[in-house]
């Protein structure tokens, strides 16, 4: 029989068998505890191929159905010397398929247990020049020749058998040993959602990582997942020296004594750091690590100036007691608190930690880019009232581009509008920011940017801990909640609600509380209604209505109807004017004066008789601007006829600019054309454009004989 047919006879007997390098004892094939096959197909390729004049391998383990006891009998390593002892102690081998060795030596075949591992082992369970081949391991067989130049045969006397079933005595001594309880720092679970150094450090690394930097290398993955690797200066093809996963487990269980620094056992992650890097004192380790945390803590505090974000200098070192935020009186309670507590009235209060959730596909996204885009443009934030741009960072965890691009075009941005202070991170590949790691890169984000307001869409997606879980809520504000806060920095999370929405976010409750303010957002039939359902600040309204509308732009209107304002708030602000107070006064100029006045009001009844005078105002600009409109129109605009389209458009532009100078001049949005002509037209958000439109179509025509324009007309043409 040539090798092709050799192999064969092996496959037929379950044996998965693999090439061997002419003359040596190792397989050509990389992987090889993979590829080793009883195919015929591939067994033809290999041995009429590529491999035609290798010997033959047979891989050992349940796979194949096999162990191999491997009896080497050298002058100083006499295994039938130590096999004869095993035996009066414990009864004889029943005779079994038995293979000569090219050494001299013999393979005794037995068949694979069906209830217990057997690994591959080198004298140092069964003793001196006894070895076992097992799981993911091979031994050459017959067809194949020795480096010595002889050649493996079957032992005449027991060709004719199969592979017997091993003695108990030997399968006992075979027997794994049970793997030690884990450390605390481990769980069969792959994440660690337990406190401290240890625990962080199992969340953030890998057991790839760490073995590949070590020199390790794997061999192979078995079908249950469980990964076997080889230690640094080992031929793979001599055996594997540990595992990974080892009944779904996160340790790696080492089974090799020839690792000085690292023992047999079971170890995590954390675990095999302290051996590796502190000789197995755990102590010293978590110290060292914790060490290292609050270095790259106070480094990214150090490093970031959101105001000034193309400059840094170090502190020096009196300067870090400012670190600890301690409050300086006096300061404290000299500086005015003014209006922009809010950075977005009056669902983003500046300065604080916000989480907003909803049920799957509510719109929660929508709304939010809404309002961020507006808060970064400068716009009208939900049709309301215009905040000052604010550099904002997005980051964006789930939309495509096309999303992204679909979005802000249904909300009226286009290439036209300046999104310069949108800086809009789209699916980025930064560290979870329930670690270090995470926090740190997003405050590199934040002072590459010099971002005011960070919005993060979504937290389960940004975090590698189960979302669900109080340690993954508490890890996340630890590092990356309470560095953002104490920087100064508004953000707000996104979140899901459960099943019974009625019940907040899915989840621990300690979602409710890293944040000041929590939202829940609810569809309802012309719009959005938001409810706060837990807050530290007083001062939010507990409801607020947004009006979704679809014309050529999506627009989400803020419902100022709607009750935003506490009772009596009317009357609070009206006392204010009595004691003629400028409108934009601060919070404490207006406390003193109502002070020396003989008044007395809460903070919360102040500050909303603050805003309640503000908006009153920015209600009373707003329609003298309207009213600027209207007398521009009448005086600028004859009755129109119909003329050439050219010289239609040419018009319209003249009254566009006209009253996008006057009336808006601070409008820079998305500009929307003619939709005949394709000419722009006024840069006018669509409510504002529809007031114009609805003034010139007042206006009447003088000749009842000329054809007119229709007000709806018009209103198509120019706006």
């Not at 993955?221 to 540990?242: C, I, L």
């Amino acid at each position: 029989m040539n090798q092709h047919e050799i192999a064969l006879d092996y496959a037929n007997r379950g044996w998965r068998v693999i090439p061997i390098r002419p003359g040596e004892k190792h397989p050509p094939i990389p992987r090889w505890q993979e590829a080793a096959t009883t195919d015929p197909e591939t067994i033809l390729t290999w041995w009429t191929g590529p491999y035609a004049n290798h010997g033959i391998g047979i891989a050992t383990g349940p796979a194949s159905g096999i162990f191999v006891l491997d009896i080497d009998d050298k002058e100083h390593n006499r295994g039938y010397d130590t096999l004869a002892d095993l035996e009066t102690e414990h009864g004889p081998l029943p005779e079994t398929l038995t293979v000569i060795t090219g050494s001299g030596g013999n393979h005794l075949y037995f068949a694979y247990p069906e209830h217990q591992i057997i690994r591959n082992d080198a004298g140092r369970r069964l003793g001196p020049g006894l070895d076992i081949r097992g799981e993911g391991g091979q031994v050459v067989a017959p067809g194949s020749t020795h480096p010595n130049g002889t050649t493996y045969e079957f032992d005449a006397d027991t060709e004719h058998l199969t592979p017997a079933q091993a003695p108990q005595w030997l399968l006992q001594l075979l027997q794994e040993p049970e793997p030690p309880t884990p450390p605390a720092t481990v769980q069969t679970a792959v994440q660690d959602h337990t406190d401290g150094p240890a625990a962080r450090y199992n969340n953030r690394t890998n057991w790839t990582d760490l073995l590949h930097d070590d020199g390790w290398t794997l061999a192979y993955t078995d079908r249950a997942g469980e990964q076997h690797w080889v230690r640094p200066g080992k031929d793979p093809s001599d055996g594997t020296s540990a595992t990974v996963g080892y009944q779904g487990q996160d340790f790696l269980r080492v089974f090799t004594s020839s690792i000085p620094w690292l023992p047999e056992g079971a170890y995590s992650r954390f675990g095999y750091y302290a051996a590796r890097q502190h000789n197995g004192d755990r102590s010293a380790a978590a110290r060292n690590l914790h060490q290292i945390e609050n270095r790259a803590i106070e480094t990214s505090l150090h490093n970031f100036q959101p105001t000034n974000p193309q400059t840094h200098t170090n502190p020096e070192p009196e300067e870090r007691l400012e670190l600890a935020h301690i409050i300086n009186w006096d300061k404290f309670w000299n500086t005015d608190k003014t209006d922009e507590e809010w950075l977005a009235w009056p669902l983003i209060p500046r300065g604080r930690a916000i989480a907003l959730y909803a049920p799957a596909k509510a719109g929660k996204s929508t709304v939010l880019l809404a309002v961020v885009a507006a808060l970064a443009a400068g716009q009208p934030i939900l049709g309301g009232y215009t905040a000052p741009p604010c550099r904002c960072l997005y980051i964006d965890m789930e939309m495509t581009e096309a999303d992204l691009h679909e979005r802000l075009t249904d909300l009226g941005y286009g290439p036209d509008s300046d999104l310069s202070n949108l800086h809009y991170a789209l699916l980025p590949s930064l560290p979870p920011m329930d670690t270090i790691e995470g926090a740190k890169a997003l405050l590199d984000l934040v002072h590459h940017t010099g971002a005011e307001f960070v919005a993060i869409d979504t937290f389960g997606r940004a975090v590698e801990g189960d979302e669900d879980k109080a340690d993954t809520v508490r890890a996340f504000y630890r590092h990356t909640g309470l560095a953002l806060k104490a920087a100064g920095i508004t953000y707000l999370r996104t979140d899901h609600s459960g099943k019974d929405t009625s019940k907040g976010q899915r989840g621990s409750s300690a979602k409710n509380d890293d944040v000041d303010l929590v939202w829940s957002l609810k569809r309802i039939n012309n719009g959005i209604t938001l409810t706060r359902t837990h807050s530290r600040i007083s001062w939010v309204p507990p409801e607020v209505k947004i009006t979704r509308t679809e014309h050529d732009v999506t627009e989400y209107i803020l419902d100022l109807e709607a009750e935003v304002f506490a009772d009596g708030t009317a009357d609070r602000a009206q006392l204010l004017d009595e004691l003629q107070l400028p409108a934009d006064i601060g919070f404490n100029a207006a406390g003193r004066a109502l002070r020396e006045a003989g008044h007395k009001m809460s903070a919360t009844n102040l500050r909303d008789a603050i805003r309640f005078r503000k908006n009153a105002a920015q209600q009373e600009e707003q329609l003298r601007r309207t009213q600027t409109v209207d007398n521009l129109l009448r005086r600028a605009a004859p009755p129109l006829r119909h003329t050439p389209e050219t010289d239609i458009a040419a018009r319209c532009d003249e009254i566009s600019g006209a009253v996008g100078a006057v009336a808006f001049p601070q409008v820079t949005g998305p500009a929307h054309l003619h939709e005949n002509s394709g000419t722009p037209g006024a840069v006018i958000p669509a409510r504002r454009r529809s007031i114009g439109a609805a003034r010139y179509g007042d206006h009447q025509t003088q000749s009842e004989t000329e054809e007119e324009t229709t007000p709806t007309d018009l209103d198509e043409w120019i706006f």
